[in-house]
């Protein structure tokens, strides 16, 4: 059983594959703290965890002037260490969704296929520039026909055939000084768990979970994408017309940055709310958009979308700043999620309400009404208004 070295999981997950792991956390947890811990972090794996000795592990830099080998200890001792608070989303967060639509292909995500996390290393601009990449080298090698564009991640989980899990970004993304790209080797403030990562990923804020590539073994600036099934045959958009036989997955870029999201954590879908004293529920949810662009705003909605109010985003200690964790977020760099709530009147007698939200960026980006005009074929990049159900007794 190849999957045999993998790690304990907390019991709490919901499983959506056994082997390889795929989990995410219960809505109300996940919706509990603005740091997700790392226990019931969402987990995302396409292949057995691999176990790395940390003590011979090397992380190869290509493509350089001057290649790089860097043990761990040159990555902590060698360049700055820097934290960022990043929420990471799965492509295929909120899937079931579209599957209810039409059947899609794809694992099961419900809402928590996304959590915040500080994550914790060297910016991979810094360990680029060590190997010689500057304006200098960026010209001779478009002078030689070599322009490089990307840079290419190559993890160490491998399939029974070899084959390793790989991605890649853009390189204007990697070199940015406002980028925030990381080589992690922190996750909260520890090691990074076997799940996400040991002893190093990558962590591309802003960007789809699936580029943000655990087990880092080799990074290589690039003229091409990866050429990994992952960033060439999967996790790209396509209209809701296009079906498996016409699908042409070289039509289509590859997800990078990820559109604007919010979910409903309380109450669950489902759920029977007693009415309290107050009269009164507690809707609580989180939002965050790809690419740093900031939530500026959540309307919820008790009435399946007729009526709408603004809800409170979570601001100071709630949101991690008391703990130094979240400082007010950069213009263009808001790399984390937001957390909402509202305390709103439940409307009189027993019924059935449809509890409605919605976020909006400060590109004033907006979550489309409805799943099926956004449905595709793998399931990905569903963020229609997020809807759940409840009943509320007397
Ligand atoms: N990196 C490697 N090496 N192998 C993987 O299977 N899965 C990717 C990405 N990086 C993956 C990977 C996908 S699709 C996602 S959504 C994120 O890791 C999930 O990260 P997490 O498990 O830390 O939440
Ligand atoms: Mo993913």
């Known amino acids: 059983d190849p999957y045999s070295g993998d790690p304990q999981r907390h019991p709490v997950l919901r499983v959506n594959s056994a082997k ?57 001792s060698r360049f700055p260490k820097h934290t960022v608070t990043a929420t990471l989303q799965c492509a295929g967060n909120r899937r079931s969704e579209m599957n209810a639509v039409k059947q899609v292909k794809g694992l099961n995500w419900g ?30 090698a478009a002078a030689a026909g070599r322009g490089a ?25 990697a070199l940015s000084e406002e980028g925030d790209v990381l ?17 190093l990923r990558v962590v591309v804020p802003g960007t789809v979970g699936a580029r943000n590539v655990k087990w880092l073994g ?10 990994s099934h992952w960033q060439q045959n999967d996790y790209k958009g396509f209209s809701p017309g296009t079906d498996w036989d016409t699908v042409d997955f070289k039509s289509a870029p590859a997800i990078q940055e990820l559109p604007v999201q919010s979910a409903i954590t309380q109450p669950a879908d489902g759920a029977v709310l007693e009415r309290d004293a107050d009269g009164e529920v507690t809707v609580r949810g989180y939002a965050w958009s790809g690419g740093g662009r900031e939530v500026v705003r959540v309307d919820v ?21 008391e703990q130094g964790e979240a400082p007010p977020p950069l213009p263009g760099r808001a790399w984390a999620w937001k957390l909402w709530e509202v305390v709103a009147p439940l409307p009189p007698g027993e019924q059935q ?6 976020a909006v960026d400060n590109s004033y980006n907006m979550q489309p009404d409805s799943v099926a005009p956004i449905w595709n074929l793998r399931g990905v990049l569903s963020n229609a208004w997020h809807r759940v159900r409840v009943t509320v007794r007397e």
């Not at 500080?118 to 910016?123: K, P, R």
């Not at 601009?125 to 200098?136: A, Q």
């Not at 080589?183 to 002893?199: F, S, T």
């Open 20 to 76: 390889p792991f795929n989990g995410e956390p219960p809505p109300e947890l996940l919706g509990d703290s603005y740091i997700t811990p790392s226990a019931i972090f969402f987990k995302r794996n396409h292949l057995p965890v691999p176990r790395v000795d940390p003590a011979s592990y090397r992380l190869r830099v290509e493509g350089l002037p001057r290649p790089l080998s860097l043990s761990l200890a040159d990555l902590k």
């Open 111 to 140: 809402i928590a296929a996304i959590s915040n996390a500080t994550w914790s290393g060297a910016l991979l601009r810094d360990v680029l520039r060590e190997g010689g990449w500057g304006p200098e080298a960026a010209a001779a």
């Open 149 to 173: 564009r990307h840079v290419q991640f190559e993890g160490l989980d491998a399939d029974a055939s070899g084959t390793t899990y790989g991605a890649s970004i853009p390189l204007n993304k």
């Open 183 to 199: 080589l992690a080797y922190q996750m909260n403030g520890e090691d990074l768990p076997a799940d996400h990562g040991y002893p």
């Open 218 to 227: 080799k990074v290589i600036v690039s003229r091409e994408e990866s050429s």
């Open 301 to 321: 909605s008790l009435d399946g979308g007729k009526t709408w109010q603004v809800a409170r985003l979570r601001e100071g200690e709630e949101q991690g700043e």
């Open 353 to 358: 309400v449809e509890i409605v939200c919605k």
